[in-house]
């Protein structure tokens, strides 16, 4: 492909073949005809499909009446050689019908070949290239030459499938595919329409370039006569004004301009000509016009300079006094220029010593005609009257103005040496040595050959010099500017070849060609390639290509880093693949410090807020996140305070848990640190959030909303740290902070383990050092000194805890998710301001809201509060702060005093409850809990004993059947013999819960006798309350119960006692009794239950509970005939063994869910009893 239509990502294999073929064609030799190339030939029948040689290949790949004349005597003299041996070759038959256009023939053939294992390379390639099937109407310039027809403009036509290309799939039902086949072929033809344009108009640059060779040489001898102007020259001439304009911001003249040239692309120089080198722009030339022309004696003018582009990259550095250095860069040239002329006459008197017979042959012997090898090709000059050359340096790349050559003709009136050197360098630099490479003499020989001879002998050696890149082979660079030229050139063509596992190895090269490249244009190529290098990049190799721009921003400065990497990113902000967004997110963060501090606040912003609100994948929300914290760490415009407030919501309430984690982590602490700057903590950003946790409060009086609750509670969570570290740095104590002698270390537990680095106090003030020596002041103030002067903390004293407090007071306590949250929140609020902080200004504001004193024992009018989550908050995120002895025995105190004043109030035991199941979440607190209960077990008021009893029913659960065995059955035993019926009641769902989770038999058996003993001692026979506590905890824990105890006495005591209610006088107890039964039957009918026990217990007391439901709620009545019917058939069923499995009255419903769904049908019966019948009768 031509050099400046480079795709550096198009991969394919069909394109990477075709560069090979392209190469192949190359040094295929030219002469007049190509039919003269012989048998040795590069195939001369096989076409070439993608090839690009410089000069015209009449051997096209498209099929026209000039390829035809050729193919024939190619043929003919293939077919010569063929007929000279003794048997005809099968590749000659495959060429003779190739060029006969026996094209179904060559095709059968080619298909037998194939089935007999002899596959033929000629048929393979021509079959296998769909350029060989597209027709051709006009004559090529070549064939034009040559007279082979007609000439006429390049008219294609449709294509013709080839064998490959042929897709029998489109011809299936699916007529959708037709059209995409359609637009792929006829992409197919544009790009190789393209390349045919691409390859005729090289030919005709050559062919103009070697007529404004002829006219150069007529201008030096008769400058006063000028020819018309030619075409290539006007469309260089267009293309250097256009680019004028544009530089100088004539735009509405520019587009003027290109409007009236609209047969010429303006953005692209190849347009001009494919291999004419771009030549200095319109200002340059006018500045080298005024130069003396070259004389036409046999001299030449030396001049030694400096690349504009060495005097920025070394010189010229960005401090003030400018002049000043201009001065020292002169003078330092000025100095190596005279120690270069010193060298200079030293040398040139030697090589005249040396060499005096040389010279003398030289003035005597006319110089050779320029060709190919010997002319240079100044850089100030436009290079495009002069192909690369392969035997030596051009001059472009050298620092040598106008110097000559060291294989000139011998009559050159100079020595023949060549003197490289760069005199902005001294041998100080580190590139000295490379710089100046001293004196290069070359052996001329003392021979009479005429210069066409010598010039016709050297062409003998076979160079490729004229392909892209045989001419970049062919120049070497001498200069930091040349080599980033040559490497902005050639950087597009390697990055396709090398491997994708390996591209990350280019990153180095990629990134030095575009910091120092000059131009614009090439370097926002490379930084495309730069982040398109991998498709899908890992973490690793996405950290390479962010150590890279980061490398890059840091030598180019913040104007270059916003206008040639900032658009790479925002190119690829919606990129489909979410490993580029990501890049382009961490790239955003990685690149902030290095940006203008306009652009940082406004466009950089702009882009992370949108792939915060838009990106679907969770990783690039989460960078998104990390790189706005960066932001904020270094923008300093308030007014942006409002729009990262929003930021911080929007991405508390994302779904991904790694996105809020990485909010808590890293954004918070970032702009928790820029609001401190302001002033803002503890006036806006705090109260802001208390504002919005108040107001949530006050909508979810009929239902809160506990997500965002927990969104604005973690926020402030996460602020703690920062509001302590305001507090110590702006105490009256700071200035006497000293860092000097042995300052004790900080005690590991004295602070709640941080989320991230950012959230440590120590990182926060500065070291451990200095965090040291402010807890050391800051105990010492709140022990001896007091808060006087001391705003920041009186503000959290006297402001925010009295609104946290009250906030806790509105929770609803049995919210249990509230209620760990704000027990959390309060812990870390105090294990962080300290032990001191929370006895003198925590517990206070506590114990003042919740007055436990003697004299308000018995009164509930006041002590309201003792019923809301303040209770449970203050025990479990208050008390449970620090685990000394007197802090536990506070706690403990605390529970007892609430046990003993809510069961003597008569108030309802949920804050204690609540208080109870958070405890005992943590093992660490059951054998304070144990102590608490056991103070209610022996306590004088009944009240306080049933208060204790209920208790055991929610500590049984997560305490180990050690502590079960050993404290709480002895403890409900001691209760189960009161004497007080109340006491003895309370215990019962107690013993049912360790009959559901204990699985200890003597345990188990221990429970069970209990449980006899409630229902067989006679004197209990009458107690209905304590009947009423039996059957619901047996429709309780029967589903979860150990079977056989569910079996063999669950199953049966609620049959005896459905049985005794059918007698029951009075008729309140019966319909409690008989509820209280259907609830726990609808619970056991969801279990397995045996044959004999469905036909002795289960059924007779379904028998006996619909007796009683016939009479005082006939609804029921419905559903329990449903239920006796279902189980009947079941009963059936297994004697006749059609089915077996469980009795289950939903057979589809298992498990607690299948009792869930079961039980909410049940809440309909207050509807209508016919369409409750029709649960069951939907499963027959």
Same mark, same amino acid.
């Given at each position: 492909?031509?050099?400046?239509?480079?795709?550096?990502?198009?991969?394919?294999?069909?394109?990477?073949?075709?560069?090979?073929?392209?190469?192949?064609?190359?040094?295929?030799?030219?002469?007049?005809?190509?039919?003269?190339?012989?048998?040795?030939?590069?195939?001369?029948?096989?076409?070439?499909?993608?090839?690009? /040689?410089?000069?015209?290949?009449?051997?096209?790949?498209?099929?026209?009446?000039?390829?035809?004349?050729?193919?024939?005597?190619?043929?003919?003299?293939?077919?010569?050689?063929?007929?000279? =041996?003794?048997?005809?070759?099968?590749?000659?038959?495959?060429?003779?019908?190739?060029?006969?256009?026996?094209?179904?023939?060559?095709?059968?053939?080619?298909? =037998?070949?194939?089935?007999?294992?002899?596959?033929?390379?000629?048929?393979?390639?021509?079959?296998?290239?769909? &350029?060989?099937?597209?027709?051709?109407?006009?004559?090529?310039?070549?064939?034009?030459?040559?007279?082979?027809?007609?000439?006429?403009?390049?008219?294609?036509?449709?294509?013709?499938?080839?064998?490959?290309?042929?897709?029998?799939?489109?011809?299936?039902?699916?007529?959708?595919?037709?059209?995409?086949?359609?637009?792929?072929?006829?992409?197919?033809?544009?790009?190789?329409?393209?390349?045919?344009?691409?390859?005729?108009?090289?030919?005709?640059?050559?062919?103009?370039?070697?007529?404004?060779?002829?006219?150069?040489?007529?201008?030096?001898?008769?400058?006063?006569?000028?020819?018309?102007?030619?075409?290539?020259?006007?469309?260089?001439?267009?293309?250097?004004?256009?680019?004028?304009?544009?530089?100088?911001?004539?735009?509405?003249?520019?587009?003027?301009?290109?409007?009236?040239?609209?047969? !010429?692309?303006?953005?692209?120089?190849?347009?001009?000509?494919?291999?004419?080198?771009?030549?200095?722009?319109?200002?340059?030339?006018?500045?080298?016009? &005024?130069?003396?022309?070259?004389?036409?004696?046999?001299?030449?003018?030396?001049?030694?300079?400096?690349?504009?582009?060495?005097?920025?990259?070394?010189?010229?550095?960005?401090?003030?006094?400018? *002049?000043?250095?201009?001065?020292?860069?002169?003078?330092?040239?000025?100095?190596?220029?005279? @120690?270069?002329?010193?060298?200079?006459?030293? +040398?040139?008197?030697?090589?005249?010593?040396?060499?005096?017979?040389?010279?003398?042959? $030289?003035?005597?012997?006319?110089?050779?005609?320029?060709?190919?090898?010997?002319?240079?090709?100044?850089?100030?000059?436009?290079?495009?009257?002069?192909?690369?050359?392969?035997?030596?340096?051009?001059?472009?790349?050298?620092?040598?103005?106008?110097?000559?050559?060291?294989?000139?003709?011998?009559? =050159?009136?100079?020595?023949?040496?060549?003197?490289?050197?760069?005199?902005?360098?001294?041998?100080?630099?580190?590139?000295?040595?490379?710089?100046?490479?001293?004196?290069?003499?070359?052996?001329?020989?003392?021979?009479?050959?005429?210069?066409?001879?010598?010039?016709?002998?050297?062409?003998?050696?076979?160079?490729?010099?004229?392909?892209?890149?045989?001419?970049?082979?062919?120049?070497?660079?001498?200069?930091?500017?040349?080599?980033?030229?040559?490497?902005?050139?050639?950087?597009?063509?390697?990055?396709?070849?090398?491997?994708?596992?390996?591209?990350?190895?280019?990153?180095?090269?990629?990134?030095?060609?575009?910091?120092?490249?000059?131009?614009?244009?090439?370097?926002? !190529?490379?930084?495309?390639?730069?982040?398109?290098?991998?498709?899908?990049?890992?973490?690793?190799?996405?950290?390479?290509?962010?150590?890279?721009?980061?490398?890059?921003?840091?030598?180019?400065?913040?104007?270059?880093?916003?206008?040639?990497?900032?658009?790479?990113?925002?190119?690829?902000?919606?990129?489909?693949?979410?490993?580029?967004?990501?890049?382009?997110?961490?790239?955003?963060?990685?690149?902030?410090?290095?940006?203008?501090?306009?652009?940082?606040?406004?466009?950089?912003?702009?882009? @992370?807020?949108?792939?915060?609100?838009?990106?679907?994948?969770?990783?690039?929300?989460?960078?998104?996140?990390?790189?706005?914290?960066?932001?904020?760490?270094?923008?300093?415009?308030?007014?942006?305070?409002?729009?990262?407030?929003?930021?911080?919501?929007?991405?508390?309430?994302?779904?991904?848990?790694?996105?809020?984690?990485?909010?808590?982590?890293?954004?918070?602490?970032?702009?928790?640190?820029?609001?401190?700057?302001?002033?803002?903590?503890?006036?806006?950003?705090?109260?802001? @959030?208390?504002? $919005?946790?108040?107001?949530?409060?006050?909508? &979810?009086?009929?239902?809160?909303?506990?997500?965002?609750?927990?969104?604005?509670?973690?926020?402030?969570?996460?602020?703690?740290? /920062?509001?302590?570290?305001?507090?110590?740095?702006?105490?009256?104590?700071?200035?006497?902070?000293?860092?000097?002698?042995?300052?004790?270390?900080?005690?590991?537990?004295?602070?709640?383990?941080?989320?991230?680095?950012?959230?440590?106090?120590?990182?926060?003030?500065?070291?451990?050092?200095?965090?040291?020596?402010?807890?050391?002041?800051?105990?010492? !103030?709140?022990?001896?000194?007091?808060?006087?002067?001391?705003?920041?903390?009186?503000?959290?004293?006297?402001?925010?805890?009295?609104?946290?407090?009250?906030?806790?007071?509105?929770?609803?306590?049995?919210?249990?998710?509230?209620?760990?949250?704000?027990?959390?929140?309060?812990?870390?609020?105090?294990?962080?301001?300290?032990?001191?902080?929370?006895?003198?200004?925590?517990?206070?504001?506590?114990?003042?809201?919740?007055?436990?004193?003697?004299?308000?024992?018995?009164?509930?009018?006041?002590?309201?509060?003792?019923?809301?989550?303040?209770? /449970?908050?203050?025990?479990?995120?208050?008390?449970?702060?620090?685990?000394?002895?007197?802090?536990?025995?506070?706690?403990?105190?605390?529970?007892?005093?609430?046990?003993?004043? +809510?069961?003597?109030?008569?108030?309802?035991?949920?804050?204690? %409850?609540?208080?109870?199941?958070?405890?005992?979440?943590?093992?660490?607190?059951?054998? *304070?809990? +144990?102590?608490?209960?056991?103070?209610?077990?022996?306590?004088?008021?009944?009240?306080?004993?049933?208060?204790?009893?209920?208790?055991?029913?929610?500590?049984?659960?997560?305490?180990?059947?050690?502590?079960?065995?050993?404290?709480?059955?002895?403890?409900?035993?001691?209760?189960?013999?009161?004497?007080?019926?109340?006491?003895?009641?309370?215990?019962?769902?107690?013993?049912?819960?360790?009959?559901?989770?204990?699985?200890?038999?003597?345990?188990?058996?221990?429970?069970?006798?209990?449980?006899?003993?409630?229902?067989?001692?006679?004197?209990?026979?009458?107690?209905?309350?304590?009947?009423?506590?039996?059957?619901?905890?047996?429709?309780?824990?029967?589903?979860?119960?150990?079977?056989?105890? $569910?079996?063999?006495?669950?199953?049966?005591?609620?049959?005896? @006692?459905?049985?005794?209610?059918?007698?029951?006088?009075?008729?309140? %107890?019966?319909?409690?009794?008989?509820?209280? *039964?259907?609830?726990?039957?609808?619970? *056991?009918?969801?279990?397995?239950?045996?044959?004999?026990?469905?036909?002795?217990?289960?059924? /007779?007391?379904?028998?006996?509970?619909?007796?009683?439901?016939? !009479?005082?709620?006939?609804?029921?009545?419905?559903?329990?005939?449903?239920?006796?019917?279902?189980?009947?058939?079941?009963?059936?069923? $297994?004697?006749?063994?059609?089915?077996?499995?469980?009795?289950?009255?939903?057979?589809?419903?298992?498990?607690?869910?299948?009792?869930?769904?079961?039980?909410?049908?049940?809440?309909?019966?207050?509807?209508?009893?016919?369409?409750?019948?029709?649960?069951?009768?939907?499963?027959?």
């Amino acid at each position: 492909m031509a050099a400046g239509n480079v795709n550096p990502f198009n991969l394919s294999d069909s394109e990477d073949e075709a560069d090979q073929r392209a190469e192949d064609g190359v040094h295929i030799e030219k002469s007049p005809s190509v039919g003269t190339q012989g048998p040795s030939s590069n195939n001369p029948f096989s076409p070439q499909a993608d090839a690009e /040689p410089p000069a015209l290949l009449v051997s096209s790949t498209r099929t026209s009446p000039c390829v035809e004349g050729i193919s024939v005597s190619v043929a003919a003299a293939a077919m010569t050689v063929a007929l000279a =041996e003794t048997r005809v070759s099968v590749d000659v038959i495959a060429a003779q019908l190739i060029r006969d256009h026996y094209i179904l023939t060559a095709l059968e053939f080619h298909t =037998e070949l194939l089935e007999s294992g002899r596959e033929l390379p000629r048929l393979r390639d021509y079959f296998s290239n769909p &350029g060989n099937f597209e027709r051709q109407t006009g004559t090529p310039p070549a064939c034009k030459e040559q007279g082979l027809g007609p000439g006429g403009p390049l008219n294609r036509a449709g294509s013709i499938s080839t064998l490959d290309s042929l897709d029998f799939a489109r011809y299936s039902d699916d007529g959708n595919r037709e059209s995409d086949e359609r637009v792929a072929v006829l992409e197919f033809e544009l790009r190789k329409a393209k390349e045919t344009i691409q390859a005729l108009r090289t030919n005709l640059t050559q062919a103009a370039e070697s007529d404004t060779q002829e006219r150069n040489k007529n201008y030096s001898s008769h400058p006063e006569t000028q020819e018309p102007i030619r075409p290539l020259e006007k469309r260089a001439l267009n293309f250097l004004v256009n680019e004028y304009l544009l530089k100088n911001e004539y735009k509405l003249s520019a587009i003027t301009f290109s409007d009236e040239n609209d047969d !010429q692309d303006f953005e692209l120089w190849d347009d001009v000509g494919l291999n004419i080198p771009k030549p200095p722009d319109l200002l340059q030339i006018y500045r080298n016009c &005024g130069s003396a022309l070259p004389s036409p004696r046999n001299t030449v003018d030396v001049a030694v300079g400096v690349e504009s582009g060495e005097l920025t990259g070394n010189y010229i550095t960005q401090k003030s006094d400018l *002049l000043q250095q201009q001065t020292e860069v002169v003078e330092e040239l000025e100095y190596q220029i005279s @120690l270069l002329n010193e060298e200079k006459q030293s +040398l040139a008197d030697y090589i005249k010593k040396l060499q005096s017979e040389i010279q003398s042959l $030289r003035r005597t012997v006319s110089p050779p005609p320029h060709d190919q090898g010997s002319q240079p090709n100044p850089p100030s000059s436009s290079s495009s009257s002069t192909p690369p050359q392969p035997l030596l340096d051009n001059g472009q790349y050298l620092d040598i103005r106008g110097a000559s050559e060291p294989d000139k003709p011998p009559t =050159e009136s100079i020595p023949p040496t060549q003197t490289i050197s760069n005199p902005t360098h001294t041998s100080s630099q580190p590139h000295a040595k490379l710089k100046s490479r001293g004196t290069v003499v070359f052996d001329q020989p003392n021979r009479k050959l005429s210069p066409a001879f010598q010039q016709a002998l050297l062409s003998f050696c076979k160079m490729s010099a004229d392909s892209r890149l045989g001419a970049e082979v062919s120049r070497i660079a001498d200069n930091e500017e040349s080599v980033m030229l040559m490497l902005g050139r050639c950087l597009p063509h390697i990055v396709p070849n090398v491997l994708l596992a390996k591209r990350e190895e280019l990153i180095p090269l990629i990134l030095c060609t575009a910091c120092l490249h000059p131009e614009p244009k090439e370097r926002d !190529q490379l930084l495309h390639i730069l982040f398109n290098l991998i498709k899908r990049p890992d973490d690793e190799q996405r950290q390479m290509i962010l150590t890279g721009c980061v490398a890059f921003a840091r030598h180019v400065g913040p104007t270059r880093v916003e206008a040639e990497l900032l658009p790479q990113c925002w190119e690829q902000i919606n990129h489909k693949y979410p490993e580029r967004r990501l890049l382009v997110a961490e790239a955003c963060g990685a690149l902030a410090p290095y940006l203008p501090k306009e652009i940082r606040s406004s466009l950089v912003l702009s882009m @992370l807020q949108q792939m915060l609100a838009e990106d679907k994948a969770d990783m690039v929300r989460e960078a998104v996140v990390k790189s706005l914290a960066i932001i904020m760490g270094y923008i300093d415009d308030p007014d942006k305070y409002s729009q990262g407030f929003e930021l911080m919501l929007l991405s508390l309430g994302d779904p991904s848990e790694r996105v809020v984690s990485a909010i808590h982590q890293v954004f918070i602490p970032a702009f928790a640190a820029w609001t401190t700057e302001l002033g803002n903590l503890q006036t806006t950003l705090i109260p802001s @959030l208390l504002a $919005r946790i108040e107001k949530l409060l006050k909508q &979810g009086e009929h239902g809160l909303d506990e997500h965002k609750l927990h969104m604005f509670l973690s926020a402030l969570q996460s602020l703690i740290p /920062p509001l302590f570290s305001v507090v110590i740095q702006n105490a009256p104590f700071t200035h006497r902070v000293n860092l000097q002698g042995d300052i004790p270390p900080i005690e590991v537990t004295r602070f709640p383990r941080p989320a991230s680095p950012l959230q440590d106090i120590a990182t926060i003030v500065g070291s451990r050092e200095t965090l040291s020596a402010l807890l050391i002041l800051y105990d010492y !103030q709140l022990e001896h000194e007091g808060t006087t002067g001391w705003d920041s903390l009186l503000w959290v004293v006297n402001q925010l805890l009295p609104q946290l407090i009250d906030i806790v007071g509105r929770i609803n306590v049995a919210s249990t998710t509230c209620v760990h949250e704000f027990s959390r929140f309060f812990w870390r609020l105090c294990r962080t301001f300290g032990k001191i902080f929370t006895n003198t200004k925590v517990k206070p504001q506590f114990q003042e809201i919740l007055r436990l004193s003697e004299e308000n024992v018995d009164a509930l009018t006041g002590n309201g509060i003792l019923t809301k989550a303040t209770v /449970p908050i203050y025990a479990t995120g208050v008390l449970t702060c620090y685990n000394q002895d007197e802090d536990r025995k506070l706690l403990v105190g605390f529970l007892e005093d609430v046990m003993t004043t +809510l069961s003597l109030s008569h108030a309802p035991l949920d804050s204690l %409850k609540a208080s109870f199941v958070e405890l005992g979440a943590n093992p660490v607190y059951h054998e *304070l809990l +144990l102590t608490v209960l056991w103070y209610g077990v022996v306590h004088t008021s009944a009240l306080v004993r049933c208060t204790a009893a209920r208790m055991f029913e929610l500590l049984v659960k997560g305490v180990n059947e050690t502590l079960v065995a050993q404290r709480v059955v002895p403890a409900l035993i001691t209760l189960s013999s009161d004497p007080e019926i109340s006491v003895r009641i309370s215990t019962i769902p107690a013993f049912g819960t360790i009959m559901e989770t204990v699985t200890q038999k003597e345990l188990l058996e221990r429970v069970k006798m209990q449980l006899a003993s409630f229902l067989e001692d006679p004197q209990y026979q009458d107690q209905h309350s304590l009947h009423m506590e039996i059957i619901r905890t047996f429709g309780r824990v029967g589903p979860n119960a150990e079977p056989r105890f $569910r079996d063999e006495f669950v199953l049966p005591h609620l049959h005896k @006692l459905a049985l005794g209610n059918n007698v029951q006088a009075t008729e309140s %107890k019966r319909i409690d009794i008989a509820t209280q *039964l259907f609830e726990a039957y609808s619970a *056991l009918s969801c279990c397995f239950i045996s044959e004999e026990l469905m036909v002795n217990h289960f059924l /007779p007391g379904l028998r006996c509970l619909r007796t009683d439901m016939e !009479q005082l709620s006939p609804e029921h009545e419905v559903i329990l005939s449903s239920m006796i019917k279902e189980g009947e058939m079941k009963v059936e069923n $297994r004697g006749i063994g059609q089915a077996e499995g469980s009795v289950s009255i939903a057979a589809s419903l298992v498990g607690e869910d299948a009792k869930t769904k079961f039980l909410s049908k049940m809440g309909q019966l207050t509807t209508s009893g016919a369409m409750l019948a029709n649960v069951f009768q939907r499963k027959k």
